[in-house]
């Protein structure tokens, strides 16, 4: 099984809006001002700090637009140009060195990794859909560990847990390295930055960033920008420090969430937590699940829905704006 926080997020929030987007693939057709103008932003951060160049800064802007942007937002291209270029003014030099990797720097960076962990049903589904495995649950043997990747029942290889996502760049200053994370925002308060610890989306990226560099990471430098309709942007950092022992915290947490996401495919269980459905507004399946049968929901998925497979090492979904 492969997570990211993007797909625990859901799971925690809704599991059947788990299954809608992450099994069933289905998304919206439409992607909102907020996300898009996230992504944008990250495009534009990233050139600046692999280039120091302005220009490709704004090109990478204009190449990297996303089509379908409503029109009728404040979040447009020509504010997402001044913001960045406001961005530049405020930080025209660093205090803090981007890590360098084998093939250049440390930008943007994906990826995915082995937990070392197990998941503990022995239950296994191939492409075809053929079920092999003996269906017994390993937790029932007392012996078991979960860094064990066989069934101690029957022998078979268990499900392994691998982790991933994609950080903004990892960065050195004052002889320690710290995951560097951009989060654009319209509520850049004096809280704003008490939501990152603890925070699942920064443990796990100081605990991928660990385990790529083969250092210690002390934790994230969360880089704030506030974006307004009328008002300027306004630019604030915090560094959120994560101890080793809150690492494997997450880590614990994250593996508890996945054994329930293996029960809930083996049963086909995916049950609604209907606090969530209009806790934030509305859920975007809401249109879905306030119909009651399953040849409306599947239709209005098909008009105003699309299929996309979600994929954790690229921007789509993944939180660049907190709202």
């Given amino acids: 099984m492969i997570v990211d926080n993007f797909a625990l997020s859901i799971y925690q929030s809704c599991p059947s809006k788990y299954d809608l987007r992450i099994i069933q693939q289905w998304t919206t057709r439409r992607k909102s001002a907020a996300l898009g103008f996230g992504g944008a932003f990250h495009l534009g951060l990233a050139e600046w700090y692999k280039t120091g160049s302005r220009q490709e800064m704004l090109k990478a802007i204009q190449e990297g637009w996303p089509d379908g942007m409503p029109v009728d937002d404040f979040r447009s291209k020509a504010k997402c140009v001044e913001a960045l270029i406001a961005y ?3 930080y025209p030099a660093e205090n803090f060195t981007v890590v360098d990797g084998p093939d250049g720097k440390l930008i943007e960076v994906s990826f995915t990794l082995p937990t070392g962990l197990y998941l503990p049903l022995c239950y296994h589904v191939d492409e075809n859909g053929i079920i092999s495995g003996c269906g017994n649950d390993a937790r029932m043997d007392r012996s078991w560990d979960p860094t064990i990747g066989a069934c101690p ?6 499900e392994d847990l691998q982790y991933g996502g994609i950080f903004d760049g990892l960065v050195e200053f004052s002889g320690a390295l710290y995951v560097f994370e951009h989060k654009t925002t319209s509520r850049l308060g004096d809280r704003f930055f008490d939501q990152f610890r603890p925070n699942n989306q920064v443990s796990g990226y100081v605990w991928g960033a660990s385990k790529l560099s083969g250092k210690q990471i002390g934790g994230a430098l969360i880089n704030a920008i506030g974006i307004y309709k009328s008002s300027p942007t306004k630019f604030k950092r915090q560094v959120t420090m994560r101890a080793p022992e809150e690492i494997n915290e997450w880590l614990g947490s994250v593996y508890n969430t996945c054994v329930s996401i293996q029960q809930a495919k083996v049963t086909g269980s995916f049950p609604m937590h209907t606090g969530s459905c209009t806790m934030y507004g509305r859920c975007e399946y809401h249109a879905v699940h306030s119909l009651p049968y399953a040849k409306q929901r599947l239709a209005i998925l098909e008009q105003d829905y699309q299929l996309s497979e979600w994929n954790h ?11």
Wanted: glycine fraction near 4%; charge should be negative.
């Fill in 88 to 90: 530049t003014k405020e």
């Fill in 153 to 158: 029942n029957c022998g078979l290889p268990l």
């Fill in 313 to 323: 090492e690229a921007r789509d979904e993944d939180s660049t704006e907190d709202e």
